[in-house]
């Protein structure tokens, strides 16, 4: 059973605080003061060492917090090579659909120990079917544009797993049918044509609601 963990992504992370794991972390991704789950539920973990992102993720800093169990995105996969190859446990994980959170959580619960992974996706499980049931007699299903925190032409692609959130709650992600990005960049001239319902914003974006009101490219929508 792991007792030093460190984990580069803030979806494994939210799940190990999930799963009772929080008190075994001794290092997480940075920028983690902006996520307001850490706050409410972990605060302990604003204090740790940050690993840097999937962009730019410490190797040297990750290694010298001697974890022997270590938790990344899949794509870092010269990464994951490095640390096996120094004889680290390391997984890599893609949570990006409902399945793939799932399997996501057994495999951190296999590697850890604890029995409370059946309990936590059986909860999930229920609070799904309750969002289904909301919406479940409603005919027309407004199309939403989920955009970047980075960009408002920056938009979560059918791969993310916010597309599924979208089509939980009852809508219709205009971007699902760009396949081959997971965050695609879109023109001004391609979001008119989608014509969303909705236009949804991150708490994170680096520009708000206003921004958007005001641009008079989008005037048409």
């Known amino acids: 059973k792991p007792e030093r963990i460190v984990s580069g992504y803030y979806i494994s992370t939210s799940a190990l605080i999930a799963l009772g794991l929080e008190e075994k972390l001794v290092g997480i991704e940075a920028k983690a003061e902006t996520r307001p789950i850490y706050s409410l539920a972990a605060p302990q973990l604003l204090a740790l060492p940050n690993v840097g992102t999937a962009k730019e993720f410490d190797l040297e800093g990750c290694i010298s917090l001697k974890p022997d169990l270590v938790i990344l995105p899949v794509r870092l996969k010269d990464q994951i090579e490095t640390l096996e ?11 990006e659909n409902q399945e793939l959170l799932a ?64 089509e939980a709650a009852g809508g219709i992600n205009v971007a699902n049918d760009i396949e081959e990005a997971y965050w695609a960049n879109i023109s001004y001239e391609q979001l008119i044509q989608y014509n969303p319902d909705y236009i949804i914003l ?20």
């Open 202 to 221: 991150t708490p994170e974006a680096k520009y708000g609601i206003e921004d958007v009101l005001k641009n008079g490219n989008l005037s048409g929508l």
């Open 103 to 166: 399997e996501m959580i057994t495999m951190i619960a296999q590697l850890t120990g604890v029995d409370g992974d059946k309990e936590l996706l059986a909860y999930y499980e229920e609070k799904e079917k309750e969002l289904i049931e909301v919406h479940a007699d409603v005919s027309h299903k407004p199309r939403v544009y989920l955009a970047g925190n980075s960009d408002l032409l920056s938009t979560a692609t059918k791969k993310m797993y916010q597309n599924d959130l979208i």
């Open 85 to 95: 190859d120094m004889g680290i446990t390391v997984i890599g994980v893609n949570p």
